[in-house]
């Protein structure tokens, strides 16, 4: 993991030329939630394909029945730089997309690259290696790549729009929730604060790539063969926002055990050192009048609310060797509840 270069510039750090990084730039998600309300609230004349999941509750991708019991995924994210190794940061940013289709139980079928790249600052070799880290996280997963779409911008972004295949009578959704089943998260927290301290210094945490480049496949498939129903993955909006998200979609309390969530090596010593994004706090703040904190303090709030970029599944239900962090519980006040 070293340094791309650029003759006469020295070693290039691409998380120097975004104002945020990998999912901690996403616009707030109370923000986001008041401007989609109601977009699609008008039903398509003659649809071409029966709707399965799409807005109403924040699903990860949208799914839609096709003839012959199958069902099409389609998603699409992006983001500005989260490491400063382009290959490195390709490969994340592959994943990342590729997890939205995991994350409703399917399997991605083929994707297409989307790239912003301010032509004028940064070599286009570099852009060279993004890429060439997204195709190679697309063929880890099997997923074909095929051309896609570039446009000349101040900062650099990457990312995919993913395509795949369900079973539409097996699909994993975000309301799927029930009182007493068990939550599993299947990654280890604490990216943001990793991915944070890395812009600020330099210094380079490969286990934090490690994780943020693995792929969700097994997880999805695994949560399927238990029998759940319900999953999102872990991404800006943290293990909090998106665990929030499960409950109100689901009508129960989730209930979280603080001291069985698994951190990455550094993850507290980096909250500690206050390498905290903003986009972290802001998800503090969308949940806290939904929340009952349970006595625990700041720190441990953070790092729950921290702003993960391909995080693991969030499921309701347990998969063998993943740690249970908590329980779905009858709604009974807040929707979210640490003990």
Not at 176 to 189: C, E, M, V
Not at 203 to 214: D, L, Q, R, T, W
Not at 268 to 277: L, T
Request: negative net charge.
């Amino acid at each position: 993991m070293t340094l791309s270069t650029w003759p006469g510039q020295g070693p290039v750090r691409l998380t120097q030329y975004a104002h945020g990084g990998g999912c901690a730039c996403k616009i707030p998600p109370g923000e986001l939630e008041a401007v989609v309300a109601g977009l699609l609230s008008q039903p398509v004349d003659s649809p071409a394909g029966e709707l399965l999941i799409g807005l109403d509750d924040g699903d990860d991708a949208a799914v839609v029945r096709l003839d012959g019991g199958r069902a099409i995924v389609a998603t699409a994210d992006f983001f500005t730089p989260v490491v400063d190794e382009p290959y490195d940061w390709g490969r994340i940013a592959g994943a990342n997309a590729l997890s939205d289709v995991y994350a409703v139980g399917g399997e991605p079928l083929v994707a297409v690259n989307l790239l912003g790249w301010p032509r004028e600052t940064l070599p286009l070799e570099l852009a060279k290696e993004v890429l060439r880290g997204g195709l190679d996280a697309a063929r880890a997963a099997g997923c074909h790549v095929s051309g896609g779409h570039s446009v000349d911008d101040p900062e650099p972004k990457y990312g995919m729009a993913v395509t795949g295949l369900a079973d539409p009578g097996r699909l994993l959704r975000i309301g799927g929730g029930r009182p007493g089943l068990p939550i599993t998260l299947t990654k280890p927290l604490g990216i943001g604060v990793l991915n944070t301290r890395h812009k600020a210094t330099g210094e380079v945490f490969p286990h934090a790539v490690a994780a943020m480049s693995a792929l969700n496949r097994d997880a999805s498939r695994a949560a399927l063969a238990a029998g759940a129903v319900c999953a999102t993955d872990v991404t800006g909006f943290g293990l909090l926002g998106h665990l929030y998200k499960l409950a109100r979609a689901s009508g129960v309390t989730a209930v979280v055990d603080v001291a069985a969530v698994p951190y990455l090596e550094g993850a507290r010593e980096a909250a500690r050192g206050g390498y905290v994004s903003g986009g972290t706090r802001r998800n503090l703040d969308w949940v806290r009048p939904c929340l009952d904190p349970g006595g625990f303090g700041e720190e441990d709030l953070l790092l729950l609310a921290d702003a993960q970029t391909s995080g693991g599944l969030l499921v309701a239900g347990e998969i063998p060797g993943a740690p249970v962090i908590g329980e779905l519980i009858p709604f009974s006040g807040p929707h979210l509840r640490l003990r």
